[in-house]
């Protein structure tokens, strides 16, 4: 009798449950699931639209095999991994620093705090437009400043130079999201018990070292949580290059993102096949490193009730 | 004095302090400079601005601010951007919050599969999605419309809200569920009465951080979105830009117009943007 | 409820999107019953454009009270974006600006069922020359409004500084042409203007028309198909003399960082001394100087190409058209769409182009404007050329196209050279379906 009544819960329990997760996973399947299976399968494909129809034609795997020779893909590919893997390292650092010279709680601080924090709410759309301004090599602010300090050899075009474009885009990201970063690391600073700190002070530790041995374990799991979402987020730049370089000069700034939507939407084709199997192929190349990241940091836990 | 002069040296000495408050300072400049650079310019006009970028106009052209406004679609683009980011993340709030609360309260065998395979989305770029979601969109007629473009960014922006939402429901105590069971109330009425209200603050935080993710949004909007007037506010400003060219001081003019509200809400409600992004990312 | 968080709580969200509701509802109420006719267009910055296609637009409004028109300008890569997408998902503006199939600058609209046959309307306003670039088929798709071809722009006071005279014949070989970038550059000023952030095909107008010289005719047209090596020796001698001018100066270095708009505008500063560029110039120089235009007591000058010594392609040059409109297959007033479009090639609408844009057209005009000073000066740097069909890209395929552009943009920005782009180039044509 009991086990009857457990189970007719337990019904109950998964028909609720089913109730309340149901739009969430139709969400899921319709606009996620479906559409990764899709891209998949025109991958094998020739997808042509004539007149507004859609026609299939069945080529195996001739796209993908294009994928691999494509050059500019692969450069694409670098330039995003290369921006996805640098920027932590400069990002986090430095909102880290910040971050500490804002525990002080002065109001100073905290005026800098609001300051320091806005470029994370401007559109990249038009940050690419104020950057490019600065980075003009005619009247841009930065040659100027290089010209006034002296350094007028340093004077460049620096998003007309293949080796200086992608550098100088990096540095707008990192302008951009070193506050999201900082507040980040202040809340998780902020939360080390007081004590600990002055105990470790009174001990004759220097800041340095109460930086080193102290702070920076207490927060190795925020830290590590702002990495994967800095290498996510830098996965996905595409205002910034649209707005600025385009993906020039000689790709030096192509991503995955700019090409597939050069390729689907700009070039003047209207086959989708190709631009499938691109993205399918890198959606394997993302899994791939997701699971090697995900497998380096098992040990975090990253659910803390 | 004497305190001001203690903590001084706490921290390392006159040299390190001064070392310090340049950086600062410097770092200060490093952010703000550019748009403050930006301001200036929009106060002068073209001619000025290739003579001299970089002077403080003496005589600030406020008319280059009427003139944008007047002449542009700012203020349908502002309209249209509240109705899709308005509408993403209401749905988003409610079919999250519901998710989450399932996952956090209602386990199932195979349930943590399934939220881990949701929060996996996380990680998928948008190009790798935009192709079939194009399609998608065609064939239910929700392409070039606020609507389609809000309900993808639910869909893109669910697994974020689900896990914050799954944290926060997960730390409430299941007494008061247990209570309210006892007095017969059903899950459903459970959920809206007691849950949600409760989940305020972290409900606080999903508004935040997606009203400033959407809000910037602009790889979808500029593929699903053809209609001039049905443009966001990225796509209003990248045409903006194309329409005035060569025309520097309008130009800095429309950019500056395009962040204002933004800022203006971030200067009064300061304190709840900074906690809110913040609260997303860091535990206990 | 609690208020802790102030506007931001749920009763503030559920306000807000209430409102915004009610905003949309209320801009979505449905207008006025006039028939509406939309027309999407480039040519966002260049004011005399513009104001021709408005003139256009007006003369149809007068003659169809029941009409509405909406005109949304673009700039041209935004355009091309729109326009893919929306007519691949279905929609789409009644008229549209667009480039000839067979340039490739645009997606394949025709070949894709997309354009309605406008040949009844505008057949009888094309010039015979302009007929196989505005039909497919039996299907007459555009009106072939602007035409162009590459020409060096260049300005007289900076070349009598440096001491630059130009033979009578206008006719300058590469030699002389060497020569010239090396006075102006020691003039203080940098020879060529080019930009080439916002249109990749700026930085090989130079290479493809000396290409043109040195290799003659069939190599040239043979380059697209991939029948024409880059190795070829010609070829590579004349890669490699744009190779000897970029390294004599004759770029910026910023040449990936300029816009189109802006090497207009470097050049009519003054501190530029040659423009090289296709003959649309005329919609950006030809506006008021507050929108970026040339200054009317500019010291405009035109000159051809480096001509080779002994070559036999040195009255050649390419000629092609450039912005037109066509309706699209879709349009509820195709016919309608098809009147406006007639009336911009109207005789007389034709020579106003000319004159307000001083543009090249490819509709048969009234010859109103051959005493005109620019266009006199067009004409005797042009004297005696015989055009093909161009510009070198033309039939190239996407990916052969895209290395082509980059590569001759690395070219004269000098971050290749002439060796390293053959190699490129042989690599790309490797992978042309000949």
Partial sequence: MKSVWKNRKRLRAINTAALFLTPALLFYALFIVFPLLQSLVFGFFKVDILGGEATYHFVGLDNYRAVIDDTVFWQAAKNTLVWAITSPFLEIPVGLLLALYLQRGTRLTKFMRVLWFMPVLLPQIVVGIIWAWIYNSEWGALNQILKTIGLESWMRAWLGHPDTALPALIVVTTWTWIGFNMIILL??????????????????????????????????????????????????????????????????????????????????????????????????????????????????????? | ??????????????????????????????????????????????????????????????????????????SQYFINSGYAVGLAIAILIVVGAMAAYAFARMPFRGSEFIFMAIFASIMLPAQVLLIPLFQLLVKYSLINTLTGLALVYVAVQLPMAIYILRSFFAQIPRELAEAARMDGCGEWKIFWKIMMPIATPAISTILIVNFVALWNEFIFAVIFIQDESKRTLPLGVMKFVGDVYEDLGHMAAGLVISIIPVLLLYVFFSEKFIKGMSAGAVKG | MDNENGFFGRLGTRLTLAAMVLFTACAAAPAAAAEKI??????????????????????????????????????????????????????????????????????????????????????????????????????????????????????????????????????????????????????????????????????????????????????????????????????????????????????????????????????????????????FFGGRAFVPVEKGGMAPDFPLGIMDFPVVKGGKANDLTYMQVGGSYGVSAKSKNPAKAAELIALMGTPDMAAMWMDKVKGQTGVKADATAANDPYFKMLGDATKGLKPLPGPMELGMDSSYRDVFYKTSTALVAGHMNADAMVKQMEEARAKVKK
């Fill in chain 2, 1 to 74: 004095m004497n305190s001001w002069l203690r903590k001084y040296q706490q921290n390392g000495g006159l040299v390190a302090r001064l070392a310090e408050t340049l950086l600062m300072l410097g770092y200060t400049l490093f952010t703000f400079s550019p748009l403050a650079w930006v301001f200036t310019m929009s106060l002068k006009d073209t001619a000025t601005i290739r003579n001299s970028p970089y002077s403080i106009p003496l005589d600030p052209r406020w008319a280059n601010y009427t003139d944008v406004w007047f002449t542009s679609n700012y």
């Fill in chain 3, 38 to 279: 939309t027309m999407w267009s480039h040519w966002a910055d260049e004011q005399n454009k513009k104001d021709f296609v408005m003139e256009a637009v007006k003369r149809f409004k007068d003659k169809n009270p029941g009409f509405d028109v909406e005109v949304v300008w673009y700039q041209k890569p935004q355009l091309i974006t729109a326009l893919t997408t929306s007519f691949q998902a279905g929609s789409g503006p009644d008229i549209f600006y667009l480039e000839p199939a067979i340039t490739g600058a645009f997606p394949p609209f025709v070949d894709n069922g997309f354009m309605y046959d406008i040949g009844k309307q505008v057949d009888a306003l094309i010039e015979p020359w302009a007929y196989p670039f505005a039909k497919k088929g039996n299907m007459t798709y555009l009106l072939p409004l602007e035409a162009y071809m590459p020409v060096l722009y260049y300005n007289k006071d900076i070349f009598k500084r440096a001491g630059v005279t130009l033979p009578a014949d206008g006719k300058v070989d590469t030699d002389a042409f060497k020569d010239i970038v090396a006075k102006t550059k020691a003039a203080g000023v940098t020879p060529f203007s080019a930009g080439t952030m916002d249109r990749d095909w700026a930085g090989s107008l130079v290479t493809e028309s000396v290409l043109l010289r040195f290799i003659g005719q069939d190599k040239w047209q043979n380059i697209p198909t991939g029948k024409t090596a880059w190795t070829d020796p010609d070829v590579v001698a004349g890669l490699k003399y744009i190779e000897d001018l970029v390294k004599a100066g004759a770029y910026s270095q910023g040449v990936s960082s300029i816009k189109l708009g802006e090497s207009h505008g470097l050049f009519f500063g003054g501190k530029y001394a040659m423009f090289p560029m296709r003959t």
């Fill in chain 1, 187 to 305: 809340a998780a600073v902020s939360s080390i018990p007081k004590d600990l700190l002055e105990a470790a002070r009174l001990d004759g530790a220097t800041r340095v070292q109460v930086l080193r041995r102290v702070i920076i374990p207490l927060i190795r799991p925020v830290i590590a949580n702002l990495m994967i979402l800095c290498f996510i987020g830098k996965m996905k730049v595409f205002d910034l290059i649209w707005a600025t370089t385009q993906g020039g000069p000689m790709w030096s700034t192509e991503t995955v993102a700019t090409y597939t939507v050069k390729r689907a939407f700009y070039w003047n084709t209207f086959e989708k096949g190709y631009p499938s199997a691109m993205a399918t192929t890198w959606f394997v190349i993302i899994m791939a490193i997701s699971l090697l990241i995900t497998r380096a940091m098992q040990k975090k836990d990253t659910l803390e009730y």
